[in-house]
């Protein structure tokens, strides 16, 4: 075994001599490998293109991800090899929807609200988990709103037509508060004025495997409400912090805004996006 490995080095020795540049090439291979590993694995990152997370998420904040929050995967793919835990009520995670939805080789970040075996039921955009009440209580703080960068939604009626709520996500089991969260609603007068996904009042019974998913911005939100639940094996962590975060300006209306992160640098370098600037205070942000 020794002489294997003698004869192993003596021959990379003179292949390194011989060719200089190998080392350095294969040094870099490895450590984009060992990135590219680290990312399938253990921390991924992730950006927000859609309001429907809105106030918790906005347009344009990156996260951070914790791939490993509920178990290991083999690297580069969604096979499971170690499960250290089940995701919980009120995680917010990054998932591949159903088939269903329509949505083939996207990845959306929600909520959850609903775990195996749970009956939910979902009465004007506030949720009932085994007729236990998800409370949430209103609130008077307009800054929160007046802060709110809505995409193609103008600042008077962000503050003046959507509602705000704090919402109690309760185990309905011990009755604990496990996590406190805002939502957003739009007024009943203007929920038929404006395009918006709201959805009718009605029960869900979740499957074992199955997870239910929706967002914060209630009436805005593309969730499991339209295309039902989501696989366990399809859900890949939790987010857990924002690490940087940009207003694209989409709220002034430029229509030169894109959904594509990369398209939107492309346009600033360029000169043709306006009205850019760095969230300063969200980067850093622990998400619950």
Do not use: C
């Amino acid at each position: 075994m020794l002489k294997y490995y003698y004869h192993l080095h003596e021959t990379r020795r003179k292949v390194f001599e011989k060719f200089p540049s190998a080392a350095a090439l294969i040094s870099l291979a490895g450590i984009i490998v060992w990135v590219l590993v680290f990312k399938s694995m253990v921390l991924s990152a992730n950006n927000i293109p859609t309001g429907s997370m809105i106030p918790t998420l906005k347009i344009g904040d990156f996260l951070f991800v914790n791939r490993m929050r509920y178990g290991v995967h083999i690297p580069f793919t969604d096979i499971n090899i170690l499960k250290f835990d089940k995701p919980e009520r009120g995680d917010i995670v990054v998932f591949i929807p159903p088939a269903r939805a329509g949505l083939e080789g996207k990845t959306l970040v929600k909520r959850i609200i609903g775990v195996p075996g749970d009956e939910v039921f979902v009465k004007d955009d506030e949720i009932f988990v085994n007729g236990t009440h998800y409370p949430v209580t209103a609130q008077t703080d307009r800054a929160i709103l007046s802060d709110i960068d809505y995409p193609g939604i103008s600042k008077e009626f962000t503050e003046n037509d959507l509602l705000l709520f704090k919402e109690k996500v309760i185990d309905p089991k011990t009755f604990k508060v496990k996590v406190e969260h805002y939502i957003l609603k739009q007024k009943p007068a203007v929920l038929n004025m404006y395009h918006n996904l709201s959805n009718p009042d009605r029960y869900y019974n979740i499957p074992e495997g199955k997870y239910m998913m929706m967002g914060d911005n209630r009436d805005d939100s593309d969730d499991s409400r339209r295309w039902e639940f989501v696989n366990d094996s399809d859900i890949h962590g939790k987010v857990f912090m924002i690490y940087f975060s940009v207003d694209w300006g989409s709220r002034y209306f430029d229509n030169e805004s894109s959904i594509n992160p990369f398209i939107n640098l492309f346009r600033l370098v360029s000169g043709k996006l306006n009205h850019v600037a760095i969230r300063w205070n969200r980067i850093g942000s622990r998400i619950f």
